[in-house]
Each structure stands twice: as C-alpha cells, then as structure tokens.
C-alpha cells in the first residue's frame, strides 16, 4: 500500500484528540477527510508530518514507517504540508515564498526548474514574483502555499482547509487546481469543512467525527448518503 495509518491514537495531554483511525490511500489517489471543527482533521495532518507525536499506532509510506521521524525527514521523504490559514512568509517575495519550499533539496538546478514549472501553472505568481507575500489576495496567497508545497516534488500532499476563508469563484479555482495536481499522479489527503467541494473533488472519503472515523466510502457514494446530506452538505 502507497500510504496506510493504522490504529492512530492522538492525544493533547490527556484529551485523547484521535481515536484509533486507520486510512490507506492508494498511488495517484485523491481522498479527502471531512467532519467538523474539531473532530481532529487537522491533528491526522499534523501527526503525519511529525508536528505531532502519536500515543500508538503506525504511519507508513511507500512501505516504510515514518512516525518516528522527523519533520525534514519525512519532507525529504516526499510528503509536503499546505497548512490550515495559508501562513505564507509575509514580509519575503513571492519568489522567495517558493523557493523556501524546496529548502531540503540540494539540486540548484532541478530547484529552478522546479520554479519555472510553478510560474506555468500559476501564471499570477510569476507576474507578482517580486511582491512581498503578504501583499497578495487570499486566493492568490493559497496559490503560493500550493505552489510553496510543490516546490519539494512531493509524491504525496497534505491540504489542510484549502478553501477557508475564500470567495466563491475562488474556491472553484482552488479546486480545479488541486484536481489538475492530481491527474499528475501526486497523491492528496485533503481535510475540508466544505464538504461538497471535498467529495466533489475527491475520489474516496473519510467521514470524522470527534476523533473516530464512522464512515468510508467512494466520493460519489458519500455525496448521495442521506446521513452525510444532512450533517455536512446542509440537506442537499
């Protein structure tokens, strides 16, 4: 299996913030984990990038155990992190944002390749590449931390909340964007409170509700089930 967790227990001193959760995702697969604020989404994310440790259970990736690692060691290894409120480097440039991404890799030229790649596909941060960070839109800073992300050459990427806090029109960009990475065969585990957006862009999809998995299935299965109409798509 491409990435597997299994029996993840998660605590924040005594609250215990996961439960036992286990999620396998496949090479090339888009799967997102939907749930409140609060049910630990953000928590899986965090676990699996080594921002926090687990109580029990195992992470593995690509076969081998990464829960033990540390956090440049599991980017080195391939998985990149957006974060939940973009937090991009406000006062660096654009230019500097991204390649602040592929700070671990040693290869100048393959990085600055790597860079004309995210000026193609984002062809506005190319036109701000001399703007400090902080100066962008809300939209335009989710482009960069994407782009930021990408700049490690990920065979998996972490998305945490990629559509909190932006327009409507932005948000169908967003989501053509993270369905367009995907179809490069980068694999993606996104957690979202916007759950029609998730399950639309998503292939399969966990269901989280305060720290235990209750439900698992196909996107398009989970947009029609009755249940998760009701507590997560307002009754669509």
Excluded: W
């Excluded at 639309?200 to 398009?220: F, P």
């Amino acid at each position: 299996m491409f990435f597997e967790i299994r029996g993840l227990v998660v605590h924040y001193e005594k609250v215990e913030a996961v439960r036992g959760i286990n999620i396998l995702i496949k090479e090339g697969e888009c799967v997102c984990i939907i749930g409140a604020n609060g049910a630990g989404k953000t928590t899986i994310l965090k676990t699996i990038m080594g921002l926090k440790k687990p109580t029990t259970g195992e992470i593995l990736f690509q076969g081998r155990r990464i829960d033990k690692l540390t956090t440049p060691k599991i980017v080195t290894e391939g998985v990149s992190l957006v974060p939940e409120g973009r937090m991009v480097f406000p006062d660096m440039s654009v230019k500097d944002n991204l390649l602040m991404g592929a700070y671990l890799r040693k290869e100048k030229e393959s990085v600055y390749r790597g860079l004309e790649e995210i000026f193609q596909r984002f062809p506005i941060l190319k036109e701000r590449q001399k703007q400090l960070g902080g100066s962008l839109s809300g939209g335009e800073q989710q482009m960069l931390t994407i782009g930021r992300a990408l700049m490690n050459k990920p065979k998996m990427l972490l998305l945490d909340e990629p559509t909190l806090g932006l327009a409507p029109v932005i948000v169908s960009q967003i989501a053509r964007i993270i369905k367009d990475i995907n179809q490069t065969e980068i694999s993606i585990i996104m957690v979202e409170q916007n759950s029609h957006i998730a399950l639309r862009i998503s292939q399969r999809g966990y269901v989280l509700e305060t720290g235990n998995i209750v439900m698992e299935d196909k996107s398009s299965v989970l947009i029609d089930n009755e249940y998760v109409k009701e507590a997560y798509l307002g009754g669509k």
